[in-house]
């Protein structure tokens, strides 16, 4: 836990623009179809739009047709965390930064292989480091 990124709120939102705040912090989502990253097909790290730890990278990213960023895997087994949201009704498995907590948005077991697995992530909550 010592390595876990802990902020105020007052200092979440200085640093963030309210969109970032919206998803990141109060586990928000951005409309399907409106994130910059949906359709990017630039190589390079994407990573938390927070605290910059390196979250997926481009070889890991496929067009899901979700209206969302999609990738297959994270960077690192320990670049996110994951854990149940029961939230809307719906059960389904939240994806958080694994150095800051951040909100990603959510994984599905409908991707591609070799996993198998949709990592649908807002756009909001990246930043592509091209490479």
């Not at 070799?114 to 480091?129: D, F, H, Q, V, W």
């Amino acid at each position: 836990m010592a390595n876990k990124v802990q902020k105020s709120d007052a200092e979440w939102q200085a640093e963030l623009t309210p969109e970032q705040y919206y998803i990141l912090r109060e586990k928000g989502t951005e409309p399907p179809g409106t994130g910059e990253y949906e359709h990017s097909k630039d190589k390079g790290e994407y990573r938390c739009a927070g605290c910059g730890k390196v979250l997926f990278r481009s070889d890991e990213k496929f067009d899901s047709r979700s209206g969302w960023p999609s990738f297959w895997a994270p960077a690192e087994a320990d670049a996110v965390e994951t854990e149940t949201d029961s939230s809307y009704g719906m059960m389904r498995t939240e994806v958080m930064c694994g150095d800051c907590g951040g909100h990603l948005g959510h994984v599905f077991d409908d991707g591609p292989n070799p996993t198998g697995l949709r990592y649908c992530i807002n756009s909001a909550a990246l930043k592509l480091e091209p490479k």
